[in-house]
């Protein structure tokens, strides 16, 4: 009787398995880890793709922003997160592309701690000067600095920042001396290169059309593959000479590593589906994003590429490693 008893609760606890293994995905809220404070592009971005992925799966996704340390407090959560499907993880590139560089001891690694599912939007970034600067291109602008080394200067968002980096990519790109000048946020440095206090800015899009449309800046080149929308008229950086240049920040949504490849390939297949709907899409480029997706391998390798790319920049421009917070 005892080894009957055994028989049927081993029955029992088999039978159960089978039939949570068989429940579609998802029965249950799912929540998604957004590795920065509310209200940004990452947290906008995310509560928007969460609506898009209630209504597709009829389970509410709650949005948890885990923001400090330059992203590291959000990344570190989602890294150590369940790999049930149950907790997605908002990401951009400052957190998986330049921070394993930039940082000592990062408490996660983008390679092997997550489960990439797609990218899905871009958010180009614009080098730009005061008109009273005089270059009307990137081949002027660059002309002037080669003339006259160390003399021009370009602020950012901050050390390390994909604004700063990307010009640190031209420089070695282009050949050319510059002055980094590194400001708390973008804003300051918009004003002083305004003024002319400092030479020159890249920053997103969506930052500088509107100083580009009312005069206040000269646009010199957009750092993206493709022309974009919204400044149709200027050349990319490798039109203007430097082909495969290329530089600008993206989001994406991953999973952590373990996360069943068929639950990640579900979640693909929604994102892919809701970021090519026309709707989502003029909502993005209305927040100063290009859309943009991939296979969830396609996107790791992204990733990787990314990394190895900024990694050398970093180390080209020897910019200092900073103690992980």
Known sequence: MKRILQSL???????????ALAAPYPDKPIRMIVPAAAGGAADTLARMIGRGLTEKFGQPVVIENKPGAAAIVGMSAIAKAPADG???????????????????QLPYDPVKDFAPITIVAVSPLVIAVSPKLGP??????????????GKLTFGSAGTGSTQHLSMELLKSTAGVDML???YKGSSAALVDVQSGLISAVSDNAITLVPLIQSGQL???AVE????????????????SGYPGFQAAGWYGLLAPAGTPQPVVAQLNAALREMVGKPDFTQWLRQQGMEPQTDTPEGFGRYIGQEKDKWAQVIKTAKVPLQASR
């Open 180 to 182: 980094h000048v590194p």
């Open 136 to 149: 009307k291109s990137l081949g002027e602008f660059l002309a002037l600095a080669k003339k006259d080394p």
């Open 218 to 220: 000269v646009p010199l």
């Open 224 to 239: 993206t593959a493709q022309r974009i929308q919204s400044l149709p008229q200027v050349p990319t950086v490798a039109e």
């Open 86 to 104: 149950y907790t997605l993880g908002m990401t951009f590139s400052g957190a998986m592309s330049i921070n394993p560089s930039l940082y000592q």
């Open 9 to 19: 609760v081993l029955s029992c606890a088999a039978m159960n398995a089978t039939v």
